[in-house]
């Protein structure tokens, strides 16, 4: 599975952006994605998850409200809508793919995820 993350850029506090990420497998739809991001000197953190069909969601306690993960499995393709950004979420965003089998709850932890995509910057300036 390889997956490709666009939708990055500059943007000013209080802006949008929607984050994209396509997978190369048709097999995709079968399962959970998340969102993660890496900010400058810090370890990768969780920012959002959804399951295979799309019907349910998780957020960090940071970007709730404000963000939100949606897919389409007909386009192979997860998004993450970020409204009101703020300086602090300025970090390269990945995708990942957990492919344990489905019926498990949706999954924070980043060890846990299979294949990731190669993140796209983004920065909130102030």
């Known amino acids: 599975v390889q997956l490709q993350a666009c939708g990055g850029g500059l943007v000013q506090a209080g802006g949008c952006l929607r984050l994209s990420c396509a997978a190369s497998a048709r097999t995709f739809s079968r399962y959970q994605m998340g969102w993660f991001r890496q900010a400058p000197g810090k370890e990768r953190e969780f920012v959002a998850a959804?399951?295979?069909?799309?019907?349910?969601?998780d957020y960090a306690d940071s970007v709730k409200g404000r963000f939100t993960i949606s897919r389409d499995n007909a386009k192979g393709t997860v998004y993450l809508r970020m409204n009101s950004l703020k300086p602090e979420d300025t970090a390269v965003y990945y995708c990942a793919v957990d492919l344990r089998p489905t019926g498990l709850g949706l999954n924070r932890n980043k060890h846990e995820y299979d294949y990731w995509g190669q993140g796209t910057l983004v920065t909130v300036s102030s």
């Open positions: 959804i399951n295979w069909s799309g019907d349910r969601t």
